[in-house]
């Protein structure tokens, strides 16, 4: 594929940025609308709060097509609403079933199989999870309960353990065709509760588009108390 045609895809990909809110959802253009005013609209989804200056949709694009054409490893899209910002990564490691994908800034973010493990550079980060029991039952599209563990330091620089219950099942189907990512999916809601120590009534819901192989090339993963939510999707 030509650096123009990369280009071109990964635009039309981006303009469909909406799909974030994790409903299902199409690539197909809207000919009384322009891409650009397309993917601001899309990219106001995520930074839903009054007075937010959204990023840049052309110059995203363009940065995603760079990314996808110079690179054969996986690329992904990040999303921080909390911190007003998002950017797109490129794979700079893998180590077994773990992927980090990091950016020029040198903030990393590492998944297994589509599931955050681990967080550096973005304050109060994750620093290691255990999530093989969810990710089973949410990669399966099955219902199903287990725990996870997430870990972080203290303001001592102690590690303390987020080890919460959580309750997965499904929750529709959907279509994702973002960047080079074209498939049917399964949504899955994983709703988690702490129960103990200083995470005591700690909620949250992660939702994810599900390939029917297995593949989750769609997120919305809470990672911590500071960042919240960050919004995860594939581009290849």
């Not at 891409?35 to 840049?56: C, H």
């Amino acid at each position: 594929m030509s650096p123009k045609s990369t280009l071109r895809s990964s635009t039309i990909g981006l303009v469909a940025l909406a799909c974030l809110s994790l409903a299902a959802c199409s690539n197909r253009q809207n000919n009384d609308l322009s891409t650009t005013d397309m993917a601001k609209g899309a990219l106001a989804a995520i930074f839903k709060r009054e007075g937010v200056k959204t990023p840049d949709p052309n110059a995203l694009a363009q940065q995603a097509a760079s990314i996808l054409a110079n690179t054969s490893g996986q690329v992904i899209l990040l999303a921080i609403p909390s911190r007003d910002a998002v950017t797109v990564m490129q794979e700079i490691e893998r180590n077994g079933p773990y992927v980090t994908f990091g950016s020029s800034d040198r903030r990393s973010i590492t998944l297994k199989a589509g599931i955050v493990t681990a967080t550096r550079g973005l304050g109060n980060d994750l620093l290691s999870s255990d999530v093989d029991a969810v990710s089973a039952i949410i990669r399966a599209r099955k219902v199903g309960e287990a725990y996870r563990v997430n870990r972080y330091l203290d303001g001592e620089n102690i590690t303390v353990a987020l080890d919460p219950y959580c309750q997965v099942k499904p929750d529709g189907s959907g279509q994702v065709a973002l960047g080079e990512v074209h498939t049917s999916t399964t949504r899955m809601l994983e709703s988690c509760i702490a129960d103990k120590d200083e995470f005591r009534d700690t909620t949250f819901q992660n939702s994810y588009q599900v390939s029917p192989g297995g593949r989750i090339v769609q997120s919305r993963q809470w990672v911590s108390p500071l960042n919240g939510y960050i919004v995860i999707q594939s581009l290849r």
